[in-house]
């Protein structure tokens, strides 16, 4: 397999989803992305801009096994990893695992529970691994977790650590549709009752793990020149610089920003990495990863606009 066999694979997943997903064409884009490149995705936007069906069909056209968490205010760790239970007829404790052994794990509303059961996937998102009374159990080495949650100006959320938002590879803000696009959804789902099915607008598994592992091989192997490097380590140390951020990005952010340009690259069909690839994915990689400051904040300034302005500032190679 090579980068033109993984453009025509991520076209052919674009297609698939399309049968049932009308638009939101970039969310789709980072999510191909995230997962060739081993990342997680933060999908946030108002109810019903089906963030959660897109994570149902996505899954469903890979063939992964498919986990889902529904976060609310009274779920904890245990609830999540699962728990060693006592089986009173072996006398032994067995493992009942929790729905994180998956390979995709869709995490919805995942800002309606407190910091400590969202801490609960920390070690799951970053080491693919789950340690349960001081027993690692390892996850699949393409487990990928795809977030959903409400603006955070909405009632009943908690906002995600820095710690858990650092995971993240890519936040993606999903807003409504345009009026032609919101038109064909309501003649496509209109006529339809109850929750949507993937299966229903004839989405079957259409990718097998193997060419996934392929494709991710290929991503891995695309080389960056040094002044392409140079330009991401610059971008990311701009916002530590800047005098509207308060708390800038980390050397991780800069690490997952490189890999992501080069599934980018593969996506478009080619075995190198163009500034424009780090420019087009700077604001998704960032925009969780920025603290603005005070006086950023009291002006109304926007981070997209802070980060638009940083990658508009920076020298990019020619």
């Known amino acids: 397999m090579n980068a033109t066999d993984v453009k025509a694979l991520a076209d052919g997943i674009r297609r698939d989803v399309a049968r049932a997903i009308v638009g939101q064409d970039e969310a789709v884009e980072l999510m191909l ?147 032609e696009e919101e038109t064909r959804i309501v003649s496509s789902h209109g006529a339809r009752f109850g929750a949507p099915r993937p299966e229903q607008w004839g989405i079957e598994p259409s990718v097998s793990v193997a060419r996934i592992a392929e494709a991710v091989a290929v991503v891995a192997e695309i080389p960056m020149v040094g002044e392409v490097t140079d330009y991401v380590v610059a971008l990311v140390r701009a916002t530590r610089e800047a005098p509207d951020i308060e708390s800038g990005a980390s050397p991780r952010a800069a690490a997952m920003l490189a890999g992501a340009a080069r599934a980018r690259a593969a996506l478009d069909g080619r075995d190198y990495v163009i500034p424009d690839d780090v420019k087009a994915l700077a604001p998704a990689v960032l925009r969780h990863r920025v603290l603005l400051s005070a006086a950023a904040e009291i002006e109304g300034r926007p981070v997209e606009g802070v980060i638009a302005r940083l990658v508009e500032e920076t020298g990019a190679p020619r």
């Open 33 to 179: 992305i995230a997962l060739l490149s081993s990342g997680h995705i933060l999908l946030e936007g108002p109810p019903g801009t089906a963030k959660t069906f897109l994570a149902q069909c996505f899954a469903r056209v890979l063939g992964l096994d498919f986990g889902r968490i529904q976060f609310t205010p009274d779920l904890m760790p245990g609830d999540i990893l699962g728990s060693n239970l006592f089986n009173f007829q072996t006398s032994q404790f067995t493992l009942t695992r929790g729905p994180v052994f998956c390979e995709l794990l869709l995490a919805d509303e995942i800002n309606r529970t407190p910091p400590k059961t969202q801490a609960a996937l920390l070690e799951a998102m970053q080491e693919r691994a789950v340690t349960i009374d001081g027993d690692t159990h390892r996850l699949p080495g393409h487990f990928m977790v795809i977030a959903t949650q409400n603006p955070i100006e909405q009632q009943g959320v908690y906002p995600l650590p820095e710690a858990q938002l650092d995971r993240f590879l890519f936040k993606h803000r999903m807003g409504y549709p345009s009026i």
